[in-house]
């Protein structure tokens, strides 16, 4: 994590190669949101080392034949992630600088502004597509973003925007050349609360959301039955298996 002088803590998601959302790399998420919080930064910008991926969205070698209790941390250290995030009171902003699929998504829609990068890259949750399916608060946090309907249509489908597509239905807000350019479009977002007292920005921002915040919080451990219940079952297992072995095939070529 870096935070820069103009007090913006710039976090830079570095888990070679495409950041997937592992045990690890989520608690590590949870302790620089904590951090951001306690430094009072002005403001915190989500980014990516990798030059082509922003996240791969969660590991799929957590969810594959896990082992009971990891799984279980897991879920729930993830349902921490996003608390933190969706929930923070600092403003957050994504500089989407590659792919940001299924959980990439997630993290991307949590934060209050998306600038992605121009290219060949997409953005959506995939999760029907796998077989599995995406739980409430990463369709929530869709909803929260782009018009219900399309929201639908892209959830039941498992779609992957492309940036003009994203760009076109509200699912990022601006696009930039290069990931300076990202940051400087996210410091720019940031720096509009410049002269709005934090406390009321925050308590509004906690109002705005709290409605979907509060089916999380009051629901969690339904929520992990669900995933733990879904994941252990033989069709999920399958599915993961043979979406495995299709992105191994498609990486050794
Ligand atoms: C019941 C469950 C409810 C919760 C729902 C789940 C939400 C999720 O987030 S599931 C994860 C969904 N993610 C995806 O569908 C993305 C899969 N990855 C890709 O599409 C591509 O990797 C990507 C476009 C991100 C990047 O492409 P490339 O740059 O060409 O990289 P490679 O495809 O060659 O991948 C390199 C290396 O990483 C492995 N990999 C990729 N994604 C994941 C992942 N999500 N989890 C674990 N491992 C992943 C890939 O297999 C390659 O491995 P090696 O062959 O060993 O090099």
Same mark, same amino acid.
């Given at each position: ?36 919080? /306690? ?19 969660? =590991? *799929? ?16 250290? !993830?349902? =921490? ?8 009171? &600092? ?40 077989? *599995? ?6 369709? =929530? ?19 992957? &925007?492309?940036?003009? +597509?994203?760009? /076109?239905?509200?699912?990022?807000? +601006?696009?930039?050349? =290069?990931?300076?350019?990202? *940051? ?5 977002? *940031?720096?509009? &609360?410049?002269?709005?007292?934090? !406390? ?27 995933? !733990? ?11 993961? +298996? ?12």
């Amino acid at each position: 994590m870096a935070v820069d002088n103009d007090g913006i803590a710039v976090v830079t998601l570095q888990r070679p190669p495409v950041n997937s959302l592992n045990l690890d790399l989520l608690q590590a998420m949870n302790n620089t949101f904590d951090d951001v919080a /306690k430094n009072k930064s002005k403001g915190m910008i989500l980014t990516s080392a990798s030059p082509t991926v922003f996240s791969a969205g969660l =590991d *799929i070698m957590e969810m594959y034949k896990p082992d009971p209790k990891r799984v279980e941390t897991f879920w729930v250290t !993830l349902q =921490d992630m996003w608390l933190k995030l969706f929930g923070a009171s &600092f403003p957050t902003a994504a500089a989407i600088n590659g792919h940001a699929p299924a959980g990439g998504c997630l993290i991307a829609t949590s934060c209050e502004y998306r600038v992605m990068l121009s290219g060949k890259f997409t953005i959506g949750l995939n999760e029907t597509a796998l077989g *599995i399916v995406a739980p409430t608060w990463f369709q =929530d946090s869709l909803r929260h973003t782009i018009p219900t309907r399309q929201a639908e249509i892209a959830l039941t489908t498992g779609k992957m &925007f492309t940036v003009d +597509e994203a760009l /076109k239905v509200g699912l990022i807000d +601006e696009t930039a050349a =290069d990931k300076a350019e990202a *940051i400087e479009k996210c410091k720019k977002f *940031i720096k509009r &609360f410049d002269k709005i007292p934090s !406390l009321a920005r925050g308590m509004t921002k906690q109002i705005f959301r709290q409605e979907v915040l509060k089916k999380l919080l009051t629901n969690r451990q339904a929520d992990t039955k669900q995933f !733990l219940d879904l994941v252990n079952q033989p069709k999920v297992q399958q599915s993961l +298996e043979l979406y495995l072995a299709m992105l191994k095939q498609k990486s050794q070529k």
